[in-house]
T-cell receptor
Framework: DTGVSQNPRHKITKRGQNVTFRCDPISEHNRLYWYRQTLGQGPEFLTYFQNEAQLEKSRLLSDRFSAERPKGSFSTLEIQRTEQGDSAMYLC??????????FGQGTRLTVV | RKEVEQDPGPFNVPEGATVAFNCTYSNSASQSFFWYRQDCRKEPKLLMSVYSSGNEDGRFTAQLNRASQYISLLIRDSKLSDSATYLCVVNFLNDYKLSFGAGTTVTVRA
């Protein structure tokens, strides 16, 4: 049990469609991160929330990506007009207090 | 230059051997360091934090060298179950995110 639930676990979508992923921390965590990982690479930072405030966004994050954490608990990540290059594992991680973070099992996105 | 760099390996070692590898980071203003382990197609899992004085957790030893800006991980008495990708993670001062290396792959053979 990682303490973080992500849904869906897998998503196949056609190019140009919009997709939304959800991250549910099982208990309260003030820090929440979204990362993206492709094969053979380490996780790449996308965005960071402290409670409900989005404090940092990667410069690599295009305007097709948006994330929210409306009540400081669960979070959603939406990708609009998906492209084949968006195919990746999308990982949510949470932390409370100290700097370390704990990951959910991820959502694997395939854009066809 | 990448913020966090690792030798991708793979390091292929027999059971019982010792294996060690390093990770270098670019920003001297770094405050927290970690090693994560990732199995194939699974999420990264925290293996251990790395402290300035060095620290040990069972068969795993982590060292930090701030002067040369690298951290290391040593695995003693390797087990088949140690086969995984080991990710080096750094949190830079005044930065919220955790920066990951691309990982070092270790394969322990019987």
């Amino acid at each position: 049990d990682t303490g973080v639930s992500q849904n869906p676990r897998h998503k196949i979508t056609k190019r140009g469609q919009n997709v939304t992923f959800r991250c549910d921390p099982i208990s309260e965590h003030n820090r929440l991160y979204w990362y993206r990982q492709t094969l053979g690479q380490g996780p790449e930072f996308l965005t960071y929330f402290q409670n409900e405030a989005q404090l940092e966004k990667s410069r690599l994050l295009s305007d097709r990506f948006s994330a929210e954490r409306p009540k400081g608990s669960f979070s959603t990540l939406e990708i609009q007009r998906t492209e084949q290059g968006d195919s990746a594992m999308y990982l949510c991680a949470v932390g409370q207090g100290s700097t370390e973070a704990f990951f959910g099992q991820g959502t694997r996105l395939t854009v066809v | 230059r990448k913020e966090v760099e690792q030798d991708p390996g793979p390091f292929n070692v027999p059971e019982g051997a010792t294996v060690a590898f390093n990770c270098t980071y670019s920003n001297s203003a770094s405050q927290s360091f970690f090693w994560y382990r990732q199995d194939c197609r699974k999420e990264p899992k925290l293996l251990m934090s790395v402290y300035s004085s060095g620290n040990e957790d069972g068969r795993f030893t982590a060292q930090l060298n701030r002067a040369s800006q690298y951290i290391s991980l040593l695995i003693r008495d390797s087990k088949l179950s140690d086969s995984a990708t080991y990710l080096c993670v750094v949190n830079f001062l005044n930065d919220y995110k955790l920066s990951f290396g691309a990982g070092t792959t270790v394969t322990v053979r019987a």
